[in-house]
């Protein structure tokens, strides 16, 4: 095994997974340095999830590398996996998948009170993160009473509250409308870099693509070339643009 780069937060080298004989990665590498944040685009199929899976140590590869922080993540076995996806990770979904029997202060507050985090200073993070998501009002109801936004609200407040060093995002504005996105996401990308929390954020959107600092395409589970190009009109995101070939 060769370490990885030292500047590389996550580094994986030639990942293979299928999933029962169908591909899902054909030999991806890939570095992510520490508190950029990193798209992963293609269309539906291409590997984004399978991707993220492997890179944050739920799924371990058929072959290939994951390393973070230059511990090798794929000679880990399940308890130790879970122990870094709990106190180092952080994981947002398409489907807010929150706890329906707790209150939304509780859901944002459950990545610290499962750290052991006193129950005063956990709810004191979760409230804060609820407000600057919008919704500290929201902070004592409970999922079914909210709409989809605001549960998104919710599992946005609760990868934040964990202070992640990195925050994995699987399309996690997909099911909501145009305007709730993009003030979601530019939230979640300003939260992320004022707190250094490295971002690996998979979507299909160019749109959502645009607010990372860079861009790595998948296509059928291989990587295709990609090219950064400068910011052009958005003050809080960095444009970047992938070219496949
Ligand atoms: N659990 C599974 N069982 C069987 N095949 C799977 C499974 N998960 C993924 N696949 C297949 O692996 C390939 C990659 O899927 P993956 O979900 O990683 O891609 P994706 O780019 O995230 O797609 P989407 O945007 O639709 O989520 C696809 O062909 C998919 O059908």
């Known amino acids: 095994m060769v370490a990885p780069p030292d500047n ?3 580094w994986a080298r030639s990942l293979q997974h299928s999933h029962n ?35 944050s140590g ?14 090798p993540v794929h000679t880990m076995g399940p308890r130790l996996r879970e122990h870094l996806r709990r106190d180092r990770f952080a994981w947002i979904a398409a489907e807010p998948q929150l706890v329906p029997e707790l209150t939304a ?15 005063r200073a956990a709810k004191k993070a979760a409230t804060e993160w609820l407000e600057r998501l919008d919704i500290g009002a929201l ?26 060093t990195v925050l994995f995002a699987d399309e996690p504005t997909a099911t909501l409308h145009r305007a709730e996105r993009s003030q979601l996401l530019r939230t979640l ?24 600092d860079r861009t790595v395409s998948l296509l059928d589970g291989r990587r295709v070339a990609t090219a950064a190009l400068p910011a ?3 003050p809080e995101g960095r444009s970047a643009c992938s070219l496949s070939v």
Not at 189 to 197: F, G, M, N, P, V
Not at 199 to 207: F, G, P, S
């Open 232 to 234: 052009v009109s958005d």
């Open 139 to 164: 902070a004592k109801k409970r999922p079914h009473t909210l709409l989809q936004e605001q549960r998104q609200r919710v599992s946005v407040a609760r990868a934040l509250t964990a202070a992640p």
């Open 105 to 119: 202060w509780e859901n944002a507050a459950l990545p610290l009170l499962l750290r052991g985090v006193p129950h």
């Open 21 to 55: 004989g169908s591909p899902g990665l054909d030999g991806v590498s890939l570095g992510v340095r520490d508190a950029e944040i990193l798209a992963v685009t293609g269309p539906r199929g291409s590997g984004k999830t399978t991707l993220l899976h492997c890179l």
């Open 189 to 212: 990308t300003t939260a992320a870099r004022s707190h250094d929390i490295t971002v690996v954020l998979a979507t299909h959107d160019a749109e959502v693509a645009a607010l990372a």
């Open 8 to 10: 590389d937060v996550i």
């Open 58 to 71: 739920q799924l371990v590869p058929q072959q290939g590398e994951v390393w973070f922080n230059n511990v």
